[in-house]
Nanobody, 119 residues
Framework: QVQLVESGGGLVQPGGSLRLSCAAS????????MGWYRQAPGKQRELVAHITIDGSTNYEDSVKGRFTISRDNAKNTVYLQMNSLKPEDTAVYYC?????????????WGQGTQVTVSS
């Protein structure tokens, strides 16, 4: 089992910045991929960004150049730095972990943190 605890959400004005943190209960070296998803009211949950165990990253097109995902292996924590925030970034942001063991995929989710971009 991997427990994920997010923090760092809040209310910010358009053009502002926030940094989300996701602390894992297990060593992130044991997790194949970690990422951030978001879900806005009335919409499906979508991938924002993910980072693999070897440091490769992938971003949803609308956040490229504005958001940066990173990891601190010593703290078992993954971050999402969000700059130039827009009202359409408003959503609940969820941390996600994918662990592959003997060809089985185990997926874990955090409880979510609200990000609201509004003037």
């Amino acid at each position: 089992q991997v427990q994920l605890v997010e923090s760092g959400g809040g209310l910010v004005q358009p053009g502002g910045s926030l940094r989300l943190s996701c602390a894992a209960s297990a060593s992130i070296f044991s997790i194949n991929r970690m990422g951030w998803y978001r879900q806005a009211p009335g919409k499906q949950r979508e991938l924002v960004a993910h980072i693999t165990i070897d440091g490769s990253t992938n971003y949803e097109d609308s956040v490229k150049g504005r958001f940066t995902i990173s990891r601190d292996n010593a703290k078992n924590t993954v971050y999402l730095q969000m700059n130039s925030l827009k009202p359409e970034d408003t959503a609940v942001y969820y941390c996600n972990a994918l662990r592959v063991r003997q060809n089985y995929e185990y997926i874990y989710w955090g409880q979510g943190t609200q990000v609201t971009v509004s003037s």
